[in-house]
């Protein structure tokens, strides 16, 4: 399929203006000062303008070097050499309580050099948040561990994240060609569940579309991750970061994602994003605070949007 010169309107990002300028640069200066790396500058995500602009941010730990090398992933790969910050917990948390936000998504790079995969320094920055933001939900965007169910279930029990995500990214016959050769549909599938069994609240997922899938396929895949017990899932369009990754076979339209949308809400899960640009954490703060899908998660707790109020950030970190 030819694609058109020019990416069609609804895939097209305004620029920073005013205000959503102003708190672009103010936490790209704190992000700095503390050393911490984002997923929105390292994947350059298209999004980075809008939710930067609002206060909302991805923040990416275990360093920026991923032992993978994904075909639709620009973030740097190579050798970590099992380096690790141990410093990076605690500034991390110290540098959201300092923002004020209300829900934070903590991804990482995999980090296939770690004998756990870097499965205990997760949990220990998810208890490092809870200590200094006790009222901050946490997601925690994770890899696949290669499968080991032991460092599952560290994160899922000892760092006790309000979500635990990890995404499958493309349908079940394009993983061989589009994600890494340690990568699996089986062994991300077997993760979630096995998350959701080990007492994780609520689990979620992420697709691509644009790069060469079927609607059936689509479908197909929506509903093994159902059968998974997955809740939450989110589809978007995939843009190749450089020429050295993947091409963009089609760009899907606004149609088809609404599509995705209501088959994915019939089908049980209990929310979806779907749209041209959404992410895995694309405004994922706004989603689940408005949503009860979180908010009645905790025990004898308010909902999340009266005790915040209005003043309260609705931000996403990742």
Known sequence: MNLPARKPDWLRVRLPVGPEHEEFQSLKAKFRARGLHTVCEEARCPNIFECWGKGTATLMILGETCTRGCRFCSVKTGKPGGVVDPHEP?????????????????????????????????????????HHSPDLRVETLLGDFLGRHDDVRTVVQEGQPDVFAHNVEVVPRLQRTIRDARCSWDCSVDVLRAAKEMGSAITKSSLMVGLGETQDEMLEAMQLLRDAKVDVLTVGQYLRPTKKHANVERYVEPEEFAEYEAAGLQMGFRFVASGPLVRSSYRAAEAFLRDALVRGERSNEPPVMDRYGKKRKLSVVT
């Open 90 to 130: 605690e500034n991390t948390a110290l540098s959201l309580a300092e923002m004020g936000l209300a829900y934070v998504v903590l991804t990482m790079v995999d980090r296939d050099d770690l004998p756990d995969g870097g499965a205990a320094h997760v949990a220990q920055t998810v208890r490092r948040i809870q």
